[in-house]
Each structure stands twice: as structure tokens, then as C-alpha cells.
């Protein structure tokens, strides 16, 4: 019988291993019984998605549950181990650039919580400037982040005065400047925030050598994305 062979084997086991080795198996039996006891009581997070696919998966399974309003449910005990590990440092599986439009939020539309994801926002989600590539570099580079995601999102002001040629002036000028090249032959609004996201997904590989070289080396995946705000939901382009 499979016991009774086991048993045997154990046996011999035991008698050809020194003392030393069996004191510490045995503590090492006693440690793991007592890690079962605690993994038990404390399942512990979910782990991180191991891909740049897995990472785009997870964010999107994220928005169905903001969708259908079934958000995660986190314990006293969760919360409590989540600000713990975001005291000793952080590890975001994505980054997002997004617009400024207060209607969105990333951790919220995509149900994820502090320590998550590395979000970067400007109105118009563009990536004009080196700071905000930087920013960008830095969550794949140094953070190890697996997926990059430009978000436009439906009803976006900062594409829609760059559709209307509008003057703001100002500062905000530069906003608008830097959307209209990427916008050019758009024929509606819902056109004009994809073709945008696509071009700034151009931008960022055109201007960020580290990112395009991390996306070659399949260490990122940079992908564009809409969020409707009608709906709360995401689609990929
Ligand atoms: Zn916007």
C-alpha cells in the first residue's frame, strides 16, 4: 500500500541523516505547520500579474468589477497588510497616463488600491514634455511597471478645443498645441480621442529610447485605451 511504502522510506531516510539535519527538519516541519496556520487565517494578497499581458488583464478585469459595481472586498486585515508594504516601498504592475478630467480616477476605474498601479496625469493625456516621459521611464525602469497605458477617455475637453482650433491662451495654449498634429483628419470628437491616444503612444516610442527599448526586450507592453464616461468602460483600441 502507498502508506506503508511511505513509511518505509521515511524510515530509512531517517536513519541515514544526521542528527543535526533531523533537529532541523523538524523545526522546519514545525515552522511550516505554523505558516499553513497563519496562511490560513490570512490568505494574504493576490499575486502580481507575472506578464505584460497578465498586467493588462488585470486591469481590465478591474474595470468590469467598477462596471458592475462588484468592487474588491478588503478586510481590516488586507488594508492593514497593503499600507504596510507600501511603507517598505512600492512595486506598481502598470502605469497609466491619463487626462486631469476630475470624472476619472485610475485606482477607481480600474478597482485597484494604494501601491497598485503608477499613474501619471495632464490634461489630454499627452506625454509632451520630458518630465512627463520621464515619469513614464521611471515606472518601467525603476518601478518594473509591465504595462503602459495611454487612457483617453470620452468627452475630453483638451481634445475637443484642439478639434475647434480654440485660442485658449495661456498656458493651456501649449495643451492644445501639442494634441492638434495627432488629431489632424478626425472626423468627430470619439475619433479625435483615439487617434490621440495613438498619437501619443507614437510620441512616447519616438522620444523615449528606454521605453521603446523596454517594449522590443517584451519587458512592457504599451497599449491605448478609451474610458467612456456614460458607461465606466474601458475598451482597448
Ligand atoms: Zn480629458
Redesign the pocket.
Known amino acids: 500500500m502507498p502508506f506503508e511504502n511511505g513509511t518505509t522510506s521515511r524510515r530509512h531516510l531517517l536513519a541515514a541523516v544526521p542528527l543535526l539535519a533531523l533537529t532541523a527538519a523538524a523545526c522546519s516541519t514545525s515552522q511550516e505547520a505554523t505558516k499553513q496556520e497563519e496562511t490560513k487565517k490570512d490568505p494574504g494578497p493576490p499575486p502580481r500579474p507575472a506578464t505584460p499581458d497578465e498586467a493588462v488583464q488585470v486591469l481590465m478585469e478591474g474595470n468590469k468589477r467598477f462596471v458592475d459595481g462588484t468592487p474588491q472586498v478588503r478586510d481590516t486585515a488586507d488594508i492593514k497588510r497593503i499600507w504596510t508594504a507600501a511603507k517598505a516601498g512600492q512595486e506598481p504592475f502598470a502605469s497609466i497616463l491619463t487626462?486631469?478630467?476630475s470624472r476619472l480616477g485610475p485606482e477607481l476605474i480600474f478597482d485597484q488600491f494604494v501601491g497598485d498601479i503608477f499613474v501619471v496625469r495632464e490634461?489630454?493625456?499627452i506625454a509632451d514634455s520630458p518630465t512627463n516621459l520621464g515619469s513614464l521611464e521611471f515606472g518601467q525602469a525603476v518601478l518594473k511597471s509591465k504595462a503602459l497605458m495611454v487612457l483617453?477617455?470620452s468627452d475630453?475637453?483638451?481634445?475637443n478645443a484642439a478639434l475647434d482650433n480654440a485660442t485658449p491662451g495661456a498656458n493651456i495654449q501649449a495643451i492644445v498645441d501639442a494634441i492638434k498634429p495627432g488629431i489632424a483628419g478626425a472626423t468627430d470628437l470619439n475619433d479625435a480621442i483615439a487617434r490621440n491616444v495613438r498619437a501619443v503612444i507614437d510620441t512616447i516610442r519616438a522620444k523615449s529610447v528606454l521605453l521603446r527599448d523596454a517594449e522590443a526586450a517584451g519587458e512592457v507592453k504599451i497599449v491605448g485605451a478609451v474610458y467612456d464616461i456614460k458607461t465606466a468602460t474601458v475598451t482597448l483600441l
Open positions: 487626462c486631469a478630467d490634461a489630454g493625456n483617453g477617455h475630453c475637453g483638451a481634445v
